[in-house]
């Protein structure tokens, strides 16, 4: 069998079916996506792109961005999608690390980026929302039967960047084989079939939306209704044309304040949570309104999914079920190492096809995060119960996960740290009603200085994406610190832990 992840989605590809559904719009089959792709990536092999080259892409979701990914996998080159909330400064980043050949942006984006990816190396294409733009242009007099470069399990397949502790992002190499094992257990996991309908409401450049929604939903040979983004009312509206939804958990927060109820869920086969912790309490209100236990599951950009909760039997709230077949889990001591019984909490660590292949040009990052053994160590903290059953309880890396996404405080405390006025800053989350976790600075001042609340975000905004800049800014005289003079976020997070509640 072929290890390429484009051969597998051909093989399944139910040729005349729907693929991609435009709400209130176009309808493309995979015959009709499939040949795009082979248009499109016979523009980029046209534009010198070779097996192994990165392809940065910075799109609006639409059915075009997802075909250049498709695209991409036909050429043999590594899909690199980049957040669109991300600034020109964090851009700039991505591009000198990646050194892509190709960067495809909006374009509206064009110039500026022009000028950031000139400095690197790498040609700009466009694609617009819309699916028009100067890549579709090339590809229009292109010829469809592509011939797909021939690509092993461990060849590349895509680099997406995730924030890192030290504040600097790194690129998690996934390889075609990671991509399809993981997708091809999902499907068989959740039982998916070329009948289902997913609503794909998630952003398209991280894993929970490109891979989990995107390849499960492909190598079914089912269809997705595609939106641009998540609208409760919307979600709701499609419901009784849909069977699936995979989504954050604000997702399911949010639609519980909708007129969410059984009727509109009756043609509902599954609800997928991930990406960030889903409240007990969330599950057990949703159940409540709808019917459905929501069907939670464990991933990561490293390692794709890891766990599920089961299709039959009980789905628990407040666990991320069990390891996936082929996926080892286990528990270890963070001090010593050794493997911890059943109900003892410490490290979650990994193993298994779905494991990303390394940090992206960082040999010794990569190095650090596996166990000789090699076992991906998570830095999330759990434990497994006696049931097998996963149970996340905390994370030993200083992140805040807000709406699904990844904050590193080190790299919004940068940044703060740099404003003339601030002597030192801590980033930490705490709850927030909507997003999970709101992403909140505590300031210290340096004497004499009058620098405020608005004019520390407004020195933010060109800086880091919206979704990282804090909910709300702290002044404090100064910060707790232990005897190592290390900042007690933890006594932070207790004094500050209501600031967002409902009222
Ligand atoms: C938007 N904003 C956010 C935010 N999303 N702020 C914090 N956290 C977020 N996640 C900003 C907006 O820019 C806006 O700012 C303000 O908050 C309110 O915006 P909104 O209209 O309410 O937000 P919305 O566009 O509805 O987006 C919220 C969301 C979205 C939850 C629908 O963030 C989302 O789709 N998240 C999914 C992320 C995801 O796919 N993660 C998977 C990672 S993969 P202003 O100032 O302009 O008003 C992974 C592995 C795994 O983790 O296991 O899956
Ligand atoms: P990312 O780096 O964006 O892929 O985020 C991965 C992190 O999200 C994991 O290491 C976990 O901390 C968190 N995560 C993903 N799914 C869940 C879940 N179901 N429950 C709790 N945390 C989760």
């Known amino acids: 069998m072929s290890n390429h992840l484009f051969d597998a989605i051909r093989a399944a590809a139910p040729g005349n079916a729907p693929f991609i559904r435009i709400n209130g719009g176009r309808i493309w089959t995979y015959d009709e996506a499939l040949d795009l792709s082979g248009r499109i990536a016979s523009a980029i092999d046209a534009l010198g792109i070779r097996p192994g080259d990165r392809v940065a892409v910075q799109v609006e979701k639409s059915a075009q961005a997802l075909i250049l990914y498709l695209a991409c996998l036909r050429c043999g080159a590594v899909y690199l999608p980049l957040n669109t909330a991300y600034t020109l400064a964090e851009l700039d980043y991505f591009i000198g690390d990646a050194e892509p050949r190709l960067v495809v942006v909006s374009p509206a984006q064009r110039e500026a980026v022009a000028t950031i990816a000139k400095a690197h190396g790498a040609i700009v294409e466009t694609l617009d929302a819309d699916g028009t733009g100067s890549l579709l242009d090339l590809a229009r007099d292109e010829p469809l039967d592509f011939v797909d470069a021939s690509c092993s399990a461990d060849d590349l397949a895509a680099i997406l960047y995730t924030s890192g502790t030290t504040g600097r992002s790194k690129g998690a190499m996934l390889t075609h084989g990671n991509l399809l094992s993981n997708a091809t257990t999902l499907r068989d996991c959740w039982r998916v079939t070329s009948g289902d309908r997913l609503i794909h409401a998630l952003p398209i450049f991280h894993t929970h939306g490109l891979f989990v929604a995107t390849n499960v939903t492909l190598l079914a040979g089912a ?40 009727q509109a869920v009756a043609n ?57 077949p082929g996926v080892t889990v286990r528990v270890t001591d963070p001090a010593t190492g050794a493997v911890l019984p059943p109900d003892e909490t410490g490290m979650i660590e990994i193993k298994g096809p779905n494991v990303f292949k390394g940090y992206w040009r960082m040999p010794e990052k990569t190095a650090a995060e596996f166990t000789s053994d090699g076992f991906f160590i998570s830095g999330d903290l759990g434990k497994i119960d006696t049931d097998g059953y996963v149970h996340i309880v905390g994370r030993s890396k200083d992140l805040v996960i807000s709406g699904g996404y990844n904050i590193y405080p080190k790299e919004v405390e940068g940044e703060i740290d740099q404003l003339d006025g601030v002597a030192e800053s801590a980033v930490i989350g705490v709850p927030h009603p909507d997003f999970g976790e709101g992403v909140t600075a505590i300031v210290v001042r340096k004497p004499n200085t009058a620098l405020d609340e608005g004019a520390i975000l407004h020195a933010l905004h060109d800086r880091l994406a919206r979704y990282k800049q804090p909910k709300r800014i702290i002044f404090a005289e100064d910060l707790p610190r232990n005897a190592m003079g290390k900042v007690q976020k933890n006594v932070l997070r207790q004094k500050y832990a209501d600031l967002y509640a409902k009222t």
């Open 223 to 262: 269809s997705m209704f595609l939106l641009s983004k998540f609208d409760a009312d919307e979600v709701v509206a499609l419901m009784p044309q849909a069977t699936m939804l995979m989504g954050v958990p604000t997702f399911y927060v949010r639609l519980l304040q909708s007129r969410l109820d059984r």
């Open 268 to 324: 509902m086969r599954l609800f997928v949570s991930g990406s960030a912790p889903l409240l007990a309490e969330t599950h057990v209100e949703f159940e409540k309104r709808t019917g459905h236990a929501i069907l939670e599951r464990y991933g990561m950009t490293e390692t794709n999914m890891n766990t599920s909760n089961p299709y039959d039997g009980a789905r628990i709230a407040g666990t991320v079920g069990l390891p996936l």
